[in-house]
């Protein structure tokens, strides 16, 4: 079983057939060396967290308009909590 926010305790119901773990997408972003990131099947978000968490431009696409609501729900909450910060600085570094 994966560790970390998207382990199946922590989100039992994906939100998107094809979610991708944001711990992954951290990853393949911290690889580019291009000033935007470009994802154009957005899906639920997952690339664009991990751009918000890294604090790199990023612009997503998404045709299906119930995906589009669910990533923009899903950055508007990533970008919310940016904006908070967190209590626990070094658990959110680990994501």
């Known amino acids: 079983m994966r560790e970390g926010e998207e382990n199946w305790v922590h989100m039992p119901q994906k939100l998107h057939p094809a979610q991708k773990p944001v711990s992954l997408m951290r990853e393949l972003v ?4 291009a000033p935007v990131v470009i994802d154009p099947y957005m899906g639920s978000g997952s690339t664009l967290v991990a751009c918000i ?3 790199r431009p990023c612009l997503g696409i998404e045709i ?5 609501a669910v990533a923009c729900a899903r ?3 990533e970008v919310d909590a940016a904006r908070q910060g967190t209590l626990f600085p070094a658990a ?4």
């Open 30 to 33: 911290k690889a580019t060396a």
């Open 53 to 55: 968490r890294l604090g």
């Open 64 to 68: 299906d308009p119930v995906f589009f």
């Open 75 to 77: 950055l508007q909450e």
């Open 92 to 95: 959110q570094a680990a994501d």
